[in-house]
């Protein structure tokens, strides 16, 4: 039989240039449904919930909390939350090798750099955490802000790695989604933020748009705990948009969100109280 002619059919590429614009919108739709955008829809309707009771001032939030009275399924379900809470950034990273990219080394999430990035990590740590008690202190006096419980958990020999883990979970799905996943995402959803990734120029209006709204949702999910870690969660996420923009490095953010969160899960009640916080 003569074999035909015909050119063989050929696959769909799969590059990013050949997805359209609203492919990608879907896409971050979908991811932050799964992840911190239905955290921030829950925090505004928690704080809804709130404003509806007694003052704010007189109030308190937990950010973790023990799950059960016996010892071995509070850490069963505490170590299964914070895995189960990384599967967005799983997501994120393949999606991205799907799509032909590698994402450690387009969002700077890789060790290429240390020296560089623990100096400006620290030197963000001291400033968001100066600028939270300032904020958070401002809140509690005025009455906009609930009491903030760091860490409810019973004391057990994984106490501390535990809460350790959960500030790393806390780090990674945070910077990665709402910054550096988000960040690359917009621009190509929108045209006109594809710009250079290695220091774009900063007086793009739409860059600054994108920051803004990546602030916003960080402030948003936050408001659980009332107004002033929402304004000063906005705030960082200014602080942190402007950051990735200039350096185009994740790292920086990371270790700077770990050691708030490390600082506040085993030491926010001496800070606040060496701060005269009540």
Avoid: C, K
Avoid at 138 to 150: D, K, M, N, Q
Wanted: glycine fraction near 10%.
């Amino acid at each position: 039989m003569e074999a035909s002619s015909r050119p063989a059919p050929t696959q769909p590429s799969r590059s990013p240039e050949g997805r359209s614009p609203r492919f990608y919108a879907w896409e971050v739709g979908i991811v932050l449904a799964l992840s911190l955008g239905r955290s921030a829809i829950y925090a505004v309707l928690n704080l809804t919930e709130r404003l509806t009771r007694e003052p704010l001032g007189e109030q308190t939030a937990t950010v973790q909390s023990s799950q059960s009275r016996h010892e071995a399924f509070d850490f069963t379900y505490q170590l299964l939350d914070n895995l189960f809470a990384l599967a967005p950034v799983a997501l994120v990273l393949y999606l991205f090798f799907v799509h032909g990219g590698n994402p450690f080394r387009r969002w700077g999430l890789d060790f290429g750099r240390p020296g560089r990035d623990w100096v400006l990590g620290v030197g963000l740590f001291v400033l968001i955490g100066a600028g939270t008690l300032v904020i958070y202190g401002i809140g509690r006096a005025s009455g906009a802000t609930v009491e903030l419980i760091p860490a409810d958990v019973g004391e057990h020999w994984w106490t501390t790695p535990m809460l350790l883990l959960t500030a790393l979970r806390h780090s990674l799905l945070e910077e990665i989604i709402v910054v550096a996943y988000l960040f690359d995402r917009a621009r190509r959803i929108w045209p006109a933020l594809q710009v250079s990734t290695v220091r774009p120029p900063l007086s793009h209006r739409g860059l600054w748009v994108l920051v803004l709204v990546s602030a916003v949702l960080r402030g948003a999910y936050h408001l659980y705990q009332g107004f002033g870690p929402g304004v000063g969660n906005f705030l960082m996420g200014v602080i942190f948009g402007w950051l990735y923009l200039r350096y185009g490095r994740v790292m920086p953010l990371l270790i700077a969100h770990f050691l708030l969160d490390v600082v506040g899960f085993l030491a926010f009640p001496l800070l606040v109280a060496a701060v005269g916080i009540s």
